[in-house]
C-alpha cells in the first residue's frame, strides 16, 4: 500500500498523479490529508478538486484530542507557538495524526511532494526519517513550477491562497514564519488573522517575527520592515518535519 501525504499544495497533487499512474494497478493507493483550521478554506475546495480529477477519495487524518483541528486552540492549550524544537501544531495536528493513521494503515510506501529542487531534503529525509519513500517528482524530474503548470494544465484552479502571493498552502499566519515580509503579506492581505495572531502571540509572550536578528512581537513590527522575498520562503510545514522532535 502507498500513502500518499497530500498538503493540497500543487506538489502533492502533481506527486499524487504521477504515483497512480505507476502504480496504480499494482498498489492499494491512499491519499491522505491533515486539515487544519487556519489554512485557507479553498484548501479543501482544491482537495476535492484532486480527489476528483484522480478519481480517489481524500482521507482525513485527525487528532481526536483536537476535534476543532484548530492550530489557534493548539496555541492556547500548549501556551507557545513555536519554538526551538518546532511548532506545537505541526507536532499534535499534523504528526500525532499522521502517527496514528500508520499504526492504524501500516503504509508499505510513502508518497511526498519533495520536487526535483529538493532532492537534498529528500535524501536527508529518506537516511533520518523513513527509508520507505517513493521520490515521484524527482524521479520525474518535476520542478515546483512544473507542478503548478501541470496543475493548471489539468483545469484544475490552484488553491486560492497562492493567488494571495502566499508561497506555500499552509495555514495563514503561519506561527514557524518569521520573516517581516511574511508578516507584513499577512497584515496586507488577511488583517483580520494578523490581528488575531497578535494579540495571541503577545498575550503567550511569542515573539514570533525577526527584524534584523531580533525576535520581537508581531505588534512592534513596522510596515516598512523587511526580510527575505516571499518566494525564497522555506519554511513548509511538511507532514513529518517534526518527526525528529517526538
Ligand atoms: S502551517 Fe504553520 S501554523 Fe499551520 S500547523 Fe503548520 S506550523 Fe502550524
Known amino acids: 500500500m502507498i500513502a500518499i501525504w497530500f498538503s493540497c499544495g500543487a506538489a502533492s497533487a502533481w506527486a499524487a498523479k504521477l504515483t497512480i499512474e505507476r502504480y496504480g494497478y499494482t498498489h492499494d493507493i491512499r491519499l491522505i490529508n491533515n486539515p487544519v483550521a487556519e489554512e485557507d478554506p479553498d484548501n479543501q475546495r482544491f482537495a476535492r478538486d484532486v480527489g476528483d480529477w484522480l478519481g480517489v477519495k481524500v482521507e482525513q487524518a485527525t487528532n ?96 486560492a491562497i497562492y493567488k494571495r502571493g502566499y508561497p506555500n498552502a499552509n495555514c495563514i499566519g503561519c506561527s514557524k514564519a518569521t520573516s517581516p515580509t511574511y508578516w507584513n503579506h499577512v497584515r496586507e492581505k488577511d488583517p483580520e488573522v494578523f490581528v488575531d495572531r497578535a494579540e495571541q502571540s503577545r498575550r503567550l509572550g511569542c515573539r514570533l517575527v525577526r527584524v534584523r536578528g531580533e525576535r520581537k512581537f508581531l505588534d512592534e513590527l513596522k510596515t516598512t520592515d523587511q526580510g527575505l522575498p516571499l518566494k525564497n520562503m522555506d519554511f513548509e510545514c511538511g507532514i513529518f518535519c517534526e518527526e525528529r522532535a517526538a
Open 64 to 159: 481526536p484530542k483536537y476535534p476543532d483541528n484548530s492550530a489557534v486552540s493548539v496555541w492556547d492549550h500548549e501556551k507557545y507557538m513555536s519554538g526551538v524544537a518546532g511548532a506545537p501544531c505541526t507536532k499534535l495536528l499534523k504528526k500525532h495524526a499522521r502517527q496514528a493513521w500508520e499504526l492504524e494503515h501500516k503504509p508499505d510506501f510513502h508518497v511526498l511532494g519533495f520536487t526535483a529542487e529538493e532532492k537534498d531534503r529528500h535524501d536527508r529525509f529518506v537516511l533520518t526519517e523513513r527509508p520507505n519513500v517513493i521520490p515521484a517528482l524527482i524521479d520525474a524530474r518535476a520542478s515546483k513550477a512544473d507542478c503548478f503548470a501541470e496543475i493548471r494544465k489539468a483545469g484544475i484552479e490552484l488553491p
